[in-house]
């Protein structure tokens, strides 16, 4: 049974940073797709960005230029660097894998509270 485990979550500033993580029990070059998902309070659960390892990206357009994922196929993460977060950034962010069965498989969730 794959596990995804978050990381890095907090209470950060308008305009400030945070780097998530999510590590893995298998290797990520073992799923069709990882990535990070989010959800704010009385909303549904939206994909933030998404990696195919060892292939293609993809962003949400309301973090296009800000946030950055990054996989690591040698340890088995997958990071999520938020800049320039703003207010409407807050949210339990969710790590994602996708087998090539098309499974789903979720982290616990970590939340990000962007106020000042």
């Known amino acids: 049974q794959e596990q995804l485990v978050e990381s890095g979550g907090g209470l950060v500033q308008p305009g400030g940073s945070l780097r998530l993580s999510c590590q893995f029990s298998v290797s990520i070059l073992s799923y069709y797709s990882v990535g990070w998902y989010r959800q704010a309070p009385g909303k549904q659960r939206d994909v933030v960005a998404t990696?195919?390892?060892?292939?293609?990206?993809d962003y949400a357009n309301a973090v296009k230029g800000r946030f950055t994922i990054i996989g690591d196929n040698a340890k088995n993460t997958v990071a999520l660097q938020l800049n320039r977060l703003k207010p409407e950034d807050t949210a339990v962010y969710y790590c994602?894998?996708?087998?090539?069965?098309?499974?789903?498989?979720w982290g616990q969730g970590t939340p990000v509270t962007v106020s000042s």
């Open positions: 994602h894998a996708r087998n090539w069965n098309y499974q789903d498989y």
């Open positions: 990696i195919a390892p060892g292939r293609s990206t």
